[in-house]
């Protein structure tokens, strides 16, 4: 048996496991998915028995993740976070600089965008040109900086099929990502905040959610990485069929669901109940589908992670075009600058922990800089 299937749990003890967890359905045909009670996914009890195919890992229970300190590891911190009280707030990274600024501004999670590493690794737009090794290699970047800070990734569609999907998962893990979502767009996919998307059948996508959940749980020695389950499929067949994906992608093992497009404040309201106990994630682009909920506003509401996926990228469009425009037209960069040096740029970026690495080691190197 594959490493993880044995955690799809069926009630018959002489049938084979079941990694099967829905037959696909019309998206018009919602009832009986809709229908099932909220704590269907709740730890199996004589009472409340696991259905057939509903994945469950003991070790992973919110309520192992509730006491004791903050782990150095950042997943299992990720899931400490999630399993106390408070919203994890991850505003999204573009680069090196934007994640020193972010970790410099006190954020204890960051939000690796797809987006933001299609413009800022390769200077395109999210449309599924950037390929798993340009993701890894930021992701390896960013983790480097702040090795216990959790760092959640987009992983866009897997960018293949079940193996691609499992490869993915194992080179995020090594990279020291704490959790990834994945999407039920097509392969050519987009920005989830740009129209015309088109999304796999209900099968696929609950395809790849067990594909990632198998390739998580055959990593030597238990791994805590997170698995975030995210459907864009709210504008396409709306939000009836999308709240039915995220139940059978948290029946299929997704530790968070993320609705992607989500417009009011209404609506995240009723996913968030319809998929309790299951964390919700929202997306907060300003001027994309979702409303510009503030963080508090967004906790209160009921959502568990809200990240910002453009904040850093939208921020440095329109400064470093100001610093472009202003070196075009007055020929230097005197303005822009805002008296800033060479050293204050690099403490930014660390240079009082090279500087003081080397010392402690007995290095000479840095003695003056």
């Given at each position: 048996?594959?490493?993880?299937?044995?955690?799809?749990?069926?009630?018959?003890?002489?049938?084979?496991?079941?990694?099967?967890?829905?037959?696909?359905?019309?998206?018009?045909?919602?009832?009986?998915?809709?229908?099932?009670?909220?704590?269907?996914?709740?730890?199996?009890?004589?009472?409340?028995?696991?259905?057939?195919?509903?994945?469950?890992?003991?070790?992973?229970?919110?309520?192992?993740?509730?006491?004791?300190?903050?782990?150095?590891?950042?997943?299992?911190?990720?899931?400490?976070?999630?399993?106390?009280?408070?919203?994890?707030?991850?505003?999204?990274?573009?680069?090196?600089?934007?994640?020193?600024?972010?970790?410099?501004?006190?954020?204890?999670?960051?939000?690796?965008?797809?987006?933001?590493?299609?413009?800022?690794?390769?200077?395109?737009?999210?449309?599924?040109?950037?390929?798993?090794?340009?993701?890894?290699?930021?992701?390896?970047?960013?983790?480097?900086?702040?090795?216990?800070?959790?760092?959640?990734?987009?992983?866009?569609?897997?960018?293949?099929?079940?193996?691609?999907?499992?490869?993915?998962?194992?080179?995020?893990?090594?990279?020291?990502?704490?959790a990834m979502h994945i999407e039920d767009q097509v392969q050519t996919?987009?920005?989830?905040?740009?129209?015309?998307?088109?999304?796999?059948?209900?099968?696929?996508?609950?395809?790849?959610?067990?594909?990632?959940?198998?390739?998580?749980?055959?990593?030597?020695?238990?791994?805590?990485?997170?698995?975030?389950?995210?459907?864009?499929?709210?504008?396409?067949?709306?939000?009836?069929?999308?709240?039915?994906?995220?139940?059978?992608?948290?029946?299929?093992?997704?530790?968070?669901?993320?609705?992607?497009?989500?417009?009011?404040?209404?609506?995240?309201?009723?996913?968030?109940?319809?998929?309790?106990?299951?964390?919700?994630?929202?997306?907060?682009?300003?001027?994309?589908?979702?409303?510009?909920?503030?963080?508090?506003?967004?906790?209160?509401?009921?959502?568990?992670?809200?990240?910002?996926?453009?904040?850093?990228?939208?921020?440095?469009?329109?400064?470093?075009?100001?610093?472009?425009?202003?070196?075009?037209?007055?020929?230097?960069?005197?303005?822009?600058?805002?008296?800033?040096?060479?050293?204050?740029?690099?403490?930014?970026?660390?240079?009082?922990?090279?500087?003081?690495?080397?010392?402690?080691?007995?290095?000479?190197?840095?003695?003056?800089?």
């Open positions: 048996m594959a490493p993880g299937l044995d955690y799809y749990r069926s009630p018959e003890p002489t049938q084979a496991p079941v990694v099967q967890v829905a037959v696909d359905r019309s998206s018009t045909d919602t009832s009986s998915t809709d229908s099932e009670p909220s704590d269907r996914r709740l730890t199996p009890s004589p009472e409340r028995p696991l259905k057939p195919g509903v994945y469950y890992n003991p070790r992973l229970d919110p309520k192992n993740f509730i006491d004791g300190p903050l782990s150095y590891d950042p997943a299992t911190r990720l899931r400490q976070m999630l399993a106390r009280p408070g919203i994890v707030v991850a505003p999204g990274i573009c680069d090196g600089i934007s994640a020193r600024c972010a970790l410099e501004a006190g954020f204890d999670c960051l939000y690796q965008s797809g987006a933001a590493t299609t413009a800022s690794r390769l200077g395109m737009p999210d449309l599924a040109i950037a390929t798993l090794n340009d993701f890894v290699q930021s992701a390896q970047m960013v983790c480097g900086l702040s090795p216990t800070t959790p760092v959640i990734a987009d992983a866009d569609t897997g960018f293949g099929g079940t193996a691609m999907v499992a490869r993915t998962v194992y080179q995020y893990a090594r990279a020291g990502v704490a996919k987009r920005c989830g905040h740009l129209m015309g998307k088109q999304v796999v059948s209900r099968e696929e996508f609950v395809t790849r959610i067990r594909a990632a959940v198998i390739a998580r749980d055959s990593i030597p020695g238990g791994s805590n990485f997170v698995i975030i389950g995210r459907t864009d499929s709210a504008q396409v067949l709306g939000m009836d069929e999308a709240i039915a994906r995220l139940k059978l992608a948290a029946d299929a093992g997704a530790d968070v669901c993320f609705i992607e497009g989500v417009k009011t404040s209404q609506l995240l309201t009723k996913t968030i109940e319809a998929l309790k106990p299951k964390p919700v994630l929202v997306n907060v682009i300003s001027g994309g589908l979702t409303p510009s909920f503030t963080c508090k506003e967004a906790e209160v509401l009921g959502a568990k992670i809200i990240i910002f996926s453009l904040v850093s990228c939208v921020a440095a469009v329109h400064g470093i075009r100001a610093a472009m425009q202003s070196l075009k037209k007055t020929g230097t960069d005197f303005t822009s600058a805002q008296g800033m040096d060479p050293k204050a740029f690099f403490e930014v970026m660390g240079l009082s922990d090279v500087v003081e690495l080397d010392a402690r080691a007995g290095g000479t190197a840095f003695e003056v800089v």
